[in-house]
T-cell receptor, first 112, second 115 residues
């Protein structure tokens, strides 16, 4: 079964718009929730991450919102730019930090 | 200054062959990983090594055998390749084991195509 569910699978947004990607998890033992960005032909790279004792984290145009009771978290990309066009993966880490469980990915296309 | 490197970048081979993928990291990290990304982009962990010791094996067929000669290298050998093994394989590394709060650095991937 998929322990981290991500939606939508893809989204198209106009330049300057807001992209929102949602994730839900099942395992309450997960202890760290990173988002990775992947460009075509490249490996994923860490974008932003949050710990479960924090409800929101903002870095530049990227914000994670975290709802521990609902076991959900989301990524908001403000003022989306064409260079943000990529696939975004949410993930959840076990407490030992040696296993990341990824969501299915969201392909984001920002139109100029 | 490549952080995590993999060779080869592309690998095309016939069913039944044996092949290896090599990974090296120059970040001084203790933990290394192999991931498989399928055609639908789904990314799944296969193995995790900490200081050359296997710590995670995600029920991967035993045709897949990772080997870590030292903590900077983690190679993946695949025996008797099958069509379903076609995927992109990513190596990754991280600094800390024992805490969830650590960043994994991914290599550029090896695209394996089994004909």
């Amino acid at each position: 079964q998929q322990q981290v569910k991500q939606s939508p699978q893809s989204l198209i947004v106009q330049k300057g718009g807001i992209s929102i990607i949602n994730c839900a998890y099942e395992n309450t033992a997960f202890d760290y929730f990173p988002w990775y960005q992947q460009f075509p032909g490249k490996g994923p790279a860490l974008l932003i991450a949050i710990r479960p004792d924090v409800s929101e984290k903002k870095e530049g145009r990227f914000t994670i919102s975290f709802n521990k009771s609902a076991k959900q978290f989301s990524l908001h990309i403000m003022d989306s730019q064409p260079g943000d066009s990529a696939t975004y993966f949410c993930a959840a880490s076990n407490p030992a930090g040696n296993k990341l469980t990824f969501g299915g990915g969201t392909r984001v296309l920002v139109k100029p | 200054d490549t952080a995590v490197s993999q060779t080869p970048k592309y690998l095309v081979t016939q069913m039944g062959n044996d092949k290896s993928i090599k990974c090296e990291q120059n970040l001084g990290h203790d933990t290394m990983y192999w991931y498989k990304q399928d055609s639908k982009k789904f990314l799944k962990i296969m193995f995790s090594y900490n200081n050359k010791e296997l710590i995670i094996n995600e029920t991967v067929p035993n045709r897949f055998s990772p080997k870590s000669p030292d903590k900077a290298h983690l190679n993946l050998h695949i025996n008797s390749l099958e069509l379903g093994d076609s995927a992109v394989y990513f190596c990754a590394s991280s600094q800390f084991a024992g805490t969830a709060y650590n960043e994994q650095f991914f290599g550029p991937g090896t695209r394996l195509t089994v004909l």
